[in-house]
């Protein structure tokens, strides 16, 4: 089956600053990548996703890049804000999505 | 415009007893998950309803654990003889599967403690 793999565990950064966190996967079959976003008490929430026909998809302050050959994809927010704050999911699934592989998730902190 | 509905939110039950958690998926969605979430943990894929086609119960980590789905909308988790390493949050996912939406629709979750 598939596993993704997410880093860091634990990202701290300044207000103002950008953050990167890395998935890999390890099934070569896998076509749709989704990120989620789960503040803390709620429910995780699908916040940008890419297919594997594109390398790159951006949406305002945040973007995800796609690297099909490595099988790596990655999430990137720019000019954080502390409402970013929260643990960030990211998994991978292909063509019949039984089953959605999510990674260990990051927890983004934005220092104020 | 409800969404994904899940009760109870919280279930605190002693080892050995039984417990079911109910997920109310959104009208229409034909696909529902459900996942665990074990504290600071990622999400652990239990089973996986789409239509009227077999469940995948791949994750489901032991026989205590099954599911249903009853006329391809309401679904039931049950853990029999419930042990404490089963306590966690219990989130249940709902996506419509159709063109170019696969979103998942995730609930608020069951806390599930076992004392």
């Known amino acids: 089956g598939e596993n993704v793999e997410q880093h860091p565990s634990t990202l701290s950064v300044q207000e103002g600053d950008s953050a990167v966190i890395k998935c890999t996967y390890s099934d070569s079959a896998s076509n749709y990548f989704p990120w989620y976003k789960q503040e803390l008490g709620k429910r995780p929430q699908l916040i940008i996703d890419i297919r594997s026909n594109v390398g790159e998809k951006k949406d305002q302050r945040i973007a995800v890049t796609l690297n099909k050959t490595a099988k790596h994809f990655s999430l990137h927010i720019t000019e954080t804000q502390p409402e970013d704050s929260a643990v960030y999911f990211c998994a991978a699934t292909w063509w019949n999505f039984n089953k959605f592989y999510f990674g260990s998730g990051t927890k983004l902190n934005v220092k104020p | 415009g409800a969404g994904v509905s899940q009760s109870p939110s919280n279930k605190v039950t002693e080892k050995g007893k039984d417990v079911e958690l109910r997920c109310d998926p959104i009208s229409g969605h034909t696909a529902l998950y459900w996942y665990r979430q074990s504290l600071g943990q990622g999400l652990e894929f239990l089973i996986y309803?789409?239509?009227?086609?077999?469940?995948?119960k791949s994750g489901l980590p032991s026989d205590r654990f099954s599911a249903e789905r009853t006329g391809g909308s309401v679904s039931t988790l049950t853990i029999q003889r419930t042990q404490q390493e089963d306590s966690a949050v219990y989130l249940c996912?709902?996506?419509?599967?159709?063109?170019?939406?696969?979103?998942?629709?995730f609930g608020s979750g069951t806390q599930l403690s076992v004392l």
């Open positions: 309803f789409q239509g009227n086609s077999a469940p995948d």
């Open positions: 996912a709902s996506s419509p599967l159709t063109g170019e939406n696969e979103k998942l629709f």
